[in-house]
């Protein structure tokens, strides 16, 4: 890439004086946005391996299935797969590849607790998270590689996952991950009352064994508050009392 052509493209974009965050969310292409997914889900997958088991990887792909079909973006190549660590720790990438590590299987006690961290990351994908944070972070790399139709890098990708694995996203799309994501579970009939539960067990667990929740709180903004805004979310689709049940539609 020339010099010349970097310095007109940014001239342009100054001159049209687009906001960062909004002007270039339509500068990577859907096709582009699920290239460079699974680039990164190779990444991924070579640095810490994927658990080889039919009935775990069946039962992550049915429930992942169910939460896409109920999202904006159900035309993406939903991937959902089983990372070989023992840290209790989930990670979408770009496209609609979605990882659970095995500690976050042996960590939740049922389907639609599994259905709630799932939904959380589908909803990263179905809000265009990384889009966001690739234009905001990683411009002048990935998307300009992007914009003159060359090829990312493995140094590019390995940033990129990287970045995704040491600092995550802002706390403004994290609740917005959890407040998406109860809906989706919600719409796709699983009992979306249990990632209050889910959450509530992690916040006493983290105390017992900080090592195991090392990552997953580094890059994710407490769970107070987050606890709160889901209550809230909760509340909004009906559900209240002491167990949550749902409430009988209003007439």
Partial sequence: MR????ALLLILILTLGVPAPRAQAALI??????????????ELEDRFG??????????????GARL???SDRRDLP????????????????PGGFIYVTRGMLRFVQS??????????????????????????????????????????????????????????????????????GVTFAHRARFRAAAGLRFMER????????????????????????RIARVREELRRLGYQGRRWRRLPPVA
Avoid at 3 to 6: F, H, K
Avoid at 50 to 63: C, G, H, M
Wanted: net charge negative; no cysteine.
């Fill in 50 to 63: 994927v658990v080889q088991d039919a009935a775990q990887t069946r039962r992550l792909s049915a429930i």
């Fill in 68 to 70: 896409a079909a109920v």
């Fill in 78 to 93: 939903w991937r959902f797969h089983i990372l070989n660590q023992k840290e209790v720790n989930a990670i979408s990438l």
């Fill in 202 to 225: 992690l916040r006493t667990a983290e105390g017992r064994d900080p090592s195991q929740f090392e990552v997953l709180f580094r890059t994710h903004p407490g769970l107070d508050d």
């Fill in 3 to 6: 010099w010349r052509d970097l």
């Fill in 111 to 180: 389907d639609d607790e599994l259905a709630f961290v799932l939904a959380h990351e589908v909803a990263h994908v179905n809000q265009r998270h990384h889009v966001n944070l690739l234009e905001r972070y990683f411009f002048l790399s990935i998307v300009i590689t992007l914009l003159f139709g060359g090829d990312t890098t493995a140094t590019q990708v390995a940033n990129f996952v990287g970045f995704l694995l040491s600092r995550g996203f802002n706390r403004g799309f994290e609740f917005e991950a959890d407040r998406v």
């Fill in 29 to 42: 292409s859907t096709p582009q946005e699920i290239a460079l997914g699974r680039d990164a889900a190779q």
